[in-house]
């Protein structure tokens, strides 16, 4: 695209999902450029960093803007890793979260991935300003891969609980799933000794990728599955 000295031009980048929107806009003057995500390996990541690199020094940014919209008020809200995100399903459709979507209406999935229990606390006040009714938790398998101490990763899953709940919204802990290259069994047993059982979702052991951590099609299946029923 053609610019001069002292041009406006405006930048749009939008997401949908995998689906991704750049709009770039100089006087009469359009570009619009499409790009899909694939599935796999992995998802687009969700920390919500921005940063522009000025070329030679340029050019000055006059305004910049975060708009959002994600659902409000949605029925379930799920928050977690790359597994909840949907890594190595066959489709966005086909996560188990599109799945669960497909039975209970509005459901908004705010997982990221390599996300560990510090970063969702980072972001439980976005959380809470979609005011869904529930929240599926699933925090913690970073914590473990990245060797971070228990009682840190307990310190911040009780802060992330305790401050959604305080906003009126209902956690359902879902347990981390069994992984072959890292063992959760204490987190997972102090989520079950601190936590109502009534408020505790077991999926069990769902199939595993080659990776030993996520979910294959089968393993997304088997979650959805638990969920729902």
């Known amino acids: 695209m053609p610019f001069d000295i002292g041009d406006e031009i405006e930048l749009i980048f939008e997401q949908q999902r995998e689906n991704l929107t750049l709009t770039v806009t100089n006087g009469v003057n359009q570009l619009v450029e499409n790009y899909t995500y694939p599935i796999t390996p ?10 522009f690199w000025g070329y030679a020094r340029k050019y000055e940014v006059s305004q910049f803007k975060i708009e959002t919209n994600e659902i409000l008020n949605a029925d379930i809200a799920i928050v977690g890793d790359s597994k909840a995100q949907g890594f190595f399903a066959d ?9 669960l979507r497909a039975q209970h ?14 970063h969702m606390l980072d972001r439980v006040n976005e959380v809470i300003f979609l005011n869904p009714a529930y929240v599926f938790f699933n925090g913690g398998s970073n914590d473990n891969r990245d060797n ?6 307990a310190l911040d899953y009780d802060s992330f609980v305790n401050a959604v709940e305080a ?11 069994p992984e072959t290259v890292e063992d959760v069994t204490a987190y997972n047993n102090r989520t079950l000794a601190t936590y109502p059982i009534d408020k505790i979702l077991d999926c069990g052991s769902p199939e595993l990728h080659s ?13 959805a599955f638990k969920m729902i029923e």
């Open 91 to 99: 489709s966005h459709a086909t996560t188990f979260a599109a799945q």
């Open 167 to 177: 906003a009126g919204i209902q956690v359902i802990h879902v347990l981390i799933f």
């Open 148 to 153: 971070r101490p228990i009682a840190e990763w």
């Open 105 to 118: 209406g509005s459901v908004i999935n705010l997982s990221g991935g390599s996300e560990r229990t510090n």
């Open 211 to 223: 990776d030993g951590a996520h979910l294959t099609q089968l393993g997304h299946d088997q979650v």
């Open 42 to 51: 992995k998802y687009l990541p969700n920390m919500g960093n921005f940063a």
